[in-house]
């Protein structure tokens, strides 16, 4: 590591994700100040230089890259952050741990699944802290919903059930690849919506309720050929536009699962809910803040679902912000996820999860989702 | 009255309240056969035969007059209900209490105050058993709110607001007066939203947080000239589009009230909350089976307003219907407080109000509101 | 049939639906007076004679049997109406049918696929009118749904997702079978939630969306063993407590099923949701009068779902019934079913549906479901 | 000025208000990169030496100091920050303002009216650029209201109503004064709920539906003795724990208002709802992306309530953020604030609003509402 307690940050990639992540580093200091860690914003990695070189600027790195290989060489780099395509996250993941680097990576761990389980291998051996960025786990109101579940006050769990509905890529007009359409590629993407939207809504599940043992799945592709962005060669499309599985978990309960981009009027509708014998939770991005929770031990005339907006000094992370009823946004769950990373450093524990071994669990499901799809059976996770 | 245990009625107009109340008693026996009393449908009365003759017959009316003053004579009626135009109302009820009818009439009591405290003087004197139609007291999550607040969950109460916000005058080429529009007619209505509208939201506060001391109201009437629906001539407007106003309850508590014709995007949106100490309370008439609850006595973290949804058998009226989670409607009302009136008559206790007695009560407020708003200063209730 | 424009009604049980169907015909009169042919309460039939006495007189049949037998052989009656547990619908109905009786059955068809099939064949045969209650296709709202997407406004299809989730059967304490819990115990039932409740959803989907290709199912039963009720004998528990499934439709749209009595906090919501290529709708038992609508083709910057409070004049069946804001409820459903029903009849069109062939359909569906939740595979729906 | 295009800050005050300005400056350089001028975080200045030591280096400041007046007359400060307790608002600003520095003034403008209208003389007469904090203007939705109004959408405007509801201070337990509980502090705050939470609801009222004619106000205070933080001494309580108002525009609609910190169940309930001709807007800060909008001009069976989620590109603001469907949080209100200040600067036009001046209109109302309170009557706004 570089001088005492800075981390310094070597971030390749600078789309969505690369911002979001030097938006989180930038915030710790401000409002996690007791962490004996802090991120420093060493370098940024981008091919393209100009846009590289304003980014930098624009987020106060010290210095700019456009060969992540140099990133990875570099001595005064203590921690990779991995926001690229997909396909490139096993070679820079393998490469940062053979370099002893801290690792950061965005979600899934790779479009491929043998991929993945290399990775996690060799991250595994090296011993470097390493972690993956599924940030919906720090959301304050998910996290309070895993809390409420650890607590026991749901009992024996009978269902999980979760979607993601997103609505942009209806238009058959939209083109696939590129910079900015990646996801849609499968090339770059690995898989459609198995590995962007319904992977959240796994690793969620299986933080909250455990381990998920079969799936029995179908995806569709509703657009059939699109033009590639770059080419501009009309192309078949790879990837799956929807994804729905149902399954069982270890604890005996039911598990649905729903993701797609053709659910016309949702933006980003990512929900959960959790019924026990005793109580049940629900959850829904869109107003975040907000965790609906039913106690049938209340009493029975005015038993209902409580409405929580979850933004007091005691609910987690909301000691951290404003005042009681006010929110905080998307970004935070980022910002929440690094402090944690951060914390564990110091702690000399187990890097805050998921890790990548983790992470390789929702890798697992979804590798035998779109392994079900196409077998029209139930198919073990393994 | 007429044979043991029938109770024939004498229904005096055959509009929307018409139709509502001969729906009303046409229930009791089927959902409430425990009853001693039963209501039998002996007479209607409208000035216009033939609709009055088809109306008696969908209804299975034995008759039908077009004088009421017949219908207050006829020996084989029991109780009159009173359902015309509001300006009908006093010398009505004033003939049947000496006729020594049974009284049921619609709100509010009068279109004018004086007249309105005659009427109650005359019915009480004259000893009859008598109720004015409020329904509201009766849906089922109402009633509960009521049970809530006398439990003394809420503790010390601070706040009550309510409001009643409709959208259907807005357009200037609406006609006013006749059959149909006659609430748009000052001369038969007596006031606008007061009287139609703000007269259920004051009857629900009184029930359920006790006494208005004085009030501090404005009104607006936002279209000054309508055509008349009968005569076709441009008048002025005389009633009041739209009331408002801010109160002291005799136990302390802030009072908030608000009723339009001109909240565009509502049709019929009654709400009132209340808040306590301890616990508030919210509701609103479009998903007029839910009631909203907050328990500060709740664990912090958890804690957060339930949305209960009042069907369940052993809720207020529950019993009587179909099974938890489904929905009675508006006219479910009507048929409560019916049969709660004439379960009164059978256990010789005071008749279930609201009373002709209590809706002076609300008429006491109403009167003073219209009065504040041509003062331009606090008038206190009386 | 018996005198001018009578329906004579035989009521076979004097349950939920019983009561619920003699409620329907009693306010036909009063809310469809247009109507030619009128039901008339001519006989009641359950073997508990006391009871099925009193249920008589509280709801005004002209008589009463305790043997369905001779109900089917009266004369005097023109329709049977058969709402008893659904492994004697089978029997009653095509003795019925041979008797030339009009039907009116309960959903679903039998508890038993073959028996259903060959229900069919006969009532088909003898040309009599039938219909069976699937009531929530006449919930206003559910209609406007169907109108909507009928309309086109939707466009290509590409998601239809229900469930129907209770949480009355969690405790294993409860006992299985009698008169009030046959609907636990398989051998009356035929299936758990697959015939109670997810067959709603399959019948409103097929209706809205059309037919079902295949489907892939997962069940659970949850509570293994459980005391039956008149025996007081611990039994196995033969149904499903919960029923999933995923599947094609006809249109190339993905479908998501669920049902269960498991899920904590849920009394009756029944949801389903639409996915269109240019809008979506989403509904909702608990609030039965809203139905939700987005338009894409809305201007993008105040483009979100429509929250529409369905009980206008000009929205289905609603002009029957109060004002614009209030609402009416569960019972209503029935009422409106009954009242197409004599229309159709009296239109000398087709009967209105789901008749016995529609709910085939649905059948069909269900026996796949449970087919595939026991091959675990893909099962074709046929 | 400092160097070029550098605004040096000092921001005075080192409460919620200080954290939260800080925060905005340090996000502009981020988010808003395109802009000229950007702000340096130079000095903070608070009494307690260690505790704005600390702070100077959680948020990266310059240097610190612990006299205001230091601070104003020092040569390396551009712009003075106000966020201390309202008292201290106008010595400060009119130092600043003789300074000739620019000046961002938390709001309300001063705890004394007077004094307010001396402010705005002295500012507007030295020519400094200067704003009030009044950041809901900034929150995307309630931006894309005013721009609904603005375009005339709504048509004639009938109604206004708004609320600040909380529930923090109904403990009499809870102390007032001192750093933390200054706003319960009359000599601190000057007022209650009326310059702290309705001050809030008429900025936003006068700027999207223009000025405020006349009010007729009631306040409370429902705990009458608290403990004072600091002496420990039973006081007297000074400030309005509830205020409520009703008001005519200038444009002809009604408005109604309701600040109180007694509501249970409300963490800071901050909703506003405008009535139109053709169109109604509402808005809620618990869920502050969303924007509900009606419009009268859809086809009728479809029409309802839309619930817009303010968080599209081509939305107020969202275009600097993440991706449609995520969230932003209270604190960008600020951000947003100040980068539209500074952007104002940059384009040499008059300073975005709320100005001094645009702030004594709100001033004016809450003097207004203070008097009326007293004088149980009708007072004009002047």
């Known amino acids: 590591m570089g001088e005492k307690k800075e981390i310094r940050i070597g971030l390749i990639g600078r789309g969505l994700m690369g911002k979001m992540h030097a938006n989180a580093y930038s915030r710790i200091g401000n409002f996690f100040p007791d962490l004996e860690y802090r991120p420093v914003l060493q370098t940024v990695c981008s091919r393209n230089e100009e846009k590289v070189k304003e980014f930098a600027e624009t987020w106060g790195f010290n ?49 491929d699944f043998e991929e993945a389980k290399k990775m996690v291998e060799v991250v595994d051996k090296s011993g470097v802290p390493n972690t993956v960025w599924y940030n919906y786990r720090r959301v304050p109101a998910v996290t309070l919903a895993k809390q409420i ?18 609505d942009w890529t209806i238009s058959p007009e939209l083109p696939q690849g590129g910079d900015a359409l990646w996801r849609l590629d499968v090339d770059a993407a690995g898989s459609g919506v198995t590995g962007d939207l319904l992977a959240h809504c796994i690793d969620t599940a299986i933080w909250i309720n455990g381990g998920i043992k079969d799936v029995s799945a179908v995806t569709e592709t509703f657009v059939k050929e699109r033009v590639h962005q770059d080419s501009g060669e009309v192309q078949k499309v790879g990837i799956d536009d929807a994804s729905i599985f149902h399954c069982h978990f270890s604890n005996g309960s039911l598990g649905l699962f729903e993701a797609t981009r053709y659910a016309r009027g949702h933006k980003a509708l990512y929900t959960f809910e959790i019924n026990g014998e005793h109580a049940s939770i629900r959850w829904d991005l869109h107003d975040m803040h907000r965790l609906e929770y039913f106690d049938h031990s209340d009493e029975s005339v005015v038993r209902g679902w409580r409405s929580i907006h979850v933004s007091d000094g005691d609910q987690p992370y909301m000691d951290r912000w404003w005042i009681p009823g006010t929110n905080i946004g998307y970004e935070h769950s980022f910002i929440h996820q690094a402090a944690d990373f951060f914390k564990s450093l110091e702690e000399g524990e187990e890097a805050a999860g998921p890790t990548f071994k983790d992470a390789l669990e929702t890798e697992k499901v979804c590798n035998a989702v779109l392994k079900s799809a196409k077998s029209r059976s139930w198919e073990d996770v393994k």
């Not at 096993?90 to 002893?100: K, N, V, Y």
């Not at 769990?157 to 997103?166: D, E, T």
């Open 63 to 111: 210095s700019y890259e456009t060969d992540w290989k140099k990133v990875v060489e570099r001595d005064d780099i203590d921690a990779i952050d991995i926001c690229t395509p997909n396909n490139m996250h096993a070679e820079i993941a393998i490469a940062a741990a053979e370099a002893g680097k801290i690792i950061l990576c965005e979600k899934p761990l790779s479009s």
């Open 149 to 166: 579940v650890d607590s026991g006050k749901l009992g024996k769990i009978f269902h999980y059930r979760a979607n993601f509905l997103q």
